[in-house]
């Protein structure tokens, strides 16, 4: 299953480590003298297995939280600073500096994708594309709200001028699976809307936020955006704990949201912007199209190795097509190809997390010992960095693998006669992010649909769960999400409405047309953005 050095292209090729010695507080690139952190990729570059070197980063701690945490109050100065006050075209200019800087790293950056997580060129090249291309809309959408504030409400005798402002101080904590383009789901629409921001880069998919040090530090004011590496409990734990961050946001586990958000002192007053985990289902029905169902739930279970919260987590199969759906399902898994991420055609690739396999192994074990079996040939089959997917049958409650969100390469399938199954199932589940109804029948699918929209928040009709295209809603019900990323709504998540109102009367006229046409002021202002 592995690549040798030899066969490595040239260009993905790893020659020099990059040991980070960098880290961005307040407007400042520090440097670091302290311990360091190994980053090691779990794809081999030696004929004998061995995990590669990638290089360090930062061991940091409360100290360098604390400046970290400082620098943002300082560039927020309760709502006074340069970066809340700033007029939004002035925003806009600084965060397209960043992102035509940005586009400049391309190559750097979707070769460390390959390296850190193990996800394939395609999808390392479309995971710096989209991020791209969210920044850009993000932008443009920021735009448009500004246009549409350009102007002044008037009821009851009383003006008022609304417009959105900023939440104040950020912690941002973004995923491994998508390290740059999730991070930045969060990061670019906090920083946009005049928030200042720390941001810790995830436990893998660390290294290549280096390249973007430098974009991050001389396309903001001083203290906007904070880049701290190490530990979560080390770095985010010491900021939480301080009560000065208004807004947490998250995208990850909710362990970890759940932790973070004990350790703030006043939690009422702390915004949430979480995406957590989900056990996103497929529902096949008996008059599913097969061909079109299996290369959909193939897609939907095991895309980057099934590592996506939006991934398909479990797979309801109504009894009559059962037989037939999982011969044929268990052929197309065994038919994909596993090797590095640079190889054509690869659709399995080596799992960044070295435990990985190990604790699939232990959701496997589980479940034969319980009554299940492993459909596909391949199923569990073992390597230094992988572990075949297993396509398991029948699974019951009482299985690990039933409750477990696996975040990995194991499809568990269920079958079911009555619809009342799957949905007493969904209904009684943690999580309520997405799921994929699979049929043809509008008698059937009609009331279907109208129940499951309200246990998800996105049917996905003969299709795979996702979260694109970015411009739609992407959240969840109970432990799945809180607030809606989106270009649209992540503007609205770490924004406040916020307004200024006055009296219908000759004085407050004549005072705000001196505030407009003197422009003096960047919030009261009917300036039209083209």
């Keep these: 299953m592995e690549q040798t050095m030899n066969q490595i292209p040239e260009a993905y090729a790893i020659t020099d480590p990059i040991h980070q010695k960098k880290y961005l507080v307040n407007g400042k690139l520090e440097s670091w003298e302290g311990a360091s952190t190994e980053v090691y990729s779990s794809i081999s570059s030696s004929e004998d297995y061995a995990p590669t070197l990638l290089g360090s980063i930062p061991d940091m701690g409360e100290p360098e939280a604390l400046a970290a945490l400082q620098g943002a109050l300082e560039a927020f100065d309760q709502g006074k600073g340069i970066w809340p006050t700033m007029r939004v075209k002035d925003r806009i200019e600084c965060m397209l500096k960043f992102v035509s800087q940005m586009e400049t790293k391309r190559d750097e950056i979707v070769k460390l994708l390959m390296w850190e997580i193990g996800k394939s060129l395609p999808d390392s090249e479309k995971e710096f594309d989209r991020t791209?291309?969210?920044?850009?809309?993000?932008?443009?959408?920021?735009?448009?709200?500004?246009?549409?504030?350009?102007?002044?409400?008037?009821?009851d005798g009383v003006y008022a001028h609304i417009r959105r402002g900023p939440l104040g101080v950020v912690l941002c904590l973004g995923p491994y699976n998508y390290p740059l383009n999730e991070t930045f789901a969060l990061?670019?629409?906090?920083?946009?809307?005049?928030?200042?921001?720390?941001?810790?880069?995830?436990?893998?998919?660390?290294?290549?936020?280096?390249?973007?040090?430098?974009?991050?530090?001389?396309?903001?004011?001083?203290?906007?955006?904070?880049?701290?590496?190490?530990?979560?409990?080390?770095?985010?734990?010491?900021?939480?704990?301080?009560?000065?961050?208004?807004?947490?946001?998250?995208?990850?586990?909710?362990?970890?949201?759940?932790?973070?958000?004990?350790?703030?002192?006043?939690?009422?007053?702390?915004?949430?912007?979480?995406?957590?985990?989900?056990?996103?289902?497929?529902?096949v029905l008996p008059d599913a199209d097969l061909d079109l169902t299996i290369e959909e739930c193939l897609a939907g279970t095991l895309s980057f190795n099934g590592q996506r919260c939006t991934a398909l987590k479990i797979v309801y199969v109504h009894q009559e097509v059962r037989e037939e759906f999982l011969q044929r399902f268990a052929k197309r898994v065994d038919e994909l190809k596993f090797g590095n991420p640079w190889e054509k055609g690869v659709k399995l690739t080596p799992l960044p997390e070295p435990g990985k396999p190990d604790y699939i192994q232990e959701l496997i074990d589980d479940a034969l010992a319980k009554g299940a079996k492993i459909i596909n040939e391949k199923g569990g089959e073992r390597s230094d960095n992988y572990i075949w997917p297993a396509v398991l049958y029948p699974v019951t409650k009482e299985m690990r693998v039933y409750k477990e969100e696996q975040f990995g390469p194991v499809i568990p399938v269920i079958s079911f006669q009555d619809i009342e199954e799957p949905l007493d199932d969904m209904a009684e589940s943690n999580y309520g992010q997405q799921v994929s109804l699979f049929g043809k029948d509008v008698y059937t699918l009609a009331p279907l649909i109208d129940t499951l929209v309200n246990l998800v928040c996105r049917v996905n009709l003969n299709s795979s769960c996702q979260r694109g295209p970015d411009v739609y809603p992407f959240t969840g019900r109970k432990d799945s999400a809180?607030?809606?990323?989106?270009?649209?709504?992540?503007?609205?998540?770490?924004?406040?409405?916020?307004?200024?109102?006055?009296?219908?009367?000759?004085?407050?006229?004549?005072?705000?047309?001196?505030?407009?046409?003197?422009?003096?002021?960047?919030?009261?202002?009917?300036?039209?953005?083209?």
């Design 482 to 530: 809180q607030s809606t990323l989106s270009v649209h709504d992540a503007l609205r998540s770490f924004s406040i409405r916020t307004f200024v109102a006055f009296k219908d009367n000759p004085l407050n006229t004549e005072t705000v047309e001196q505030l407009l046409e003197s422009k003096l002021s960047n919030f009261i202002s009917t300036d039209y953005i083209l």
């Design 187 to 283: 990061l670019i629409p906090a920083i946009i809307m005049g928030n200042t921001t720390i941001f810790k880069p995830a436990k893998h998919g660390v290294l290549l936020i280096t390249p973007l040090l430098e974009a991050f530090q001389s396309s903001f004011p001083k203290g906007v955006v904070n880049i701290l590496f190490g530990r979560g409990r080390a770095v985010a734990a010491p900021i939480m704990k301080t009560g000065k961050v208004d807004v947490l946001a998250l995208i990850g586990n909710s362990k970890s949201a759940n932790a973070l958000q004990e350790q703030h002192p006043k939690s009422n007053r702390l915004r949430l912007v979480l995406g957590l985990e989900a056990k996103n289902p497929a529902i």
């Design 132 to 155: 791209v291309e969210y920044i850009y809309n993000t932008i443009e959408d920021y735009r448009e709200l500004d246009r549409n504030s350009a102007k002044f409400t008037k009821n």
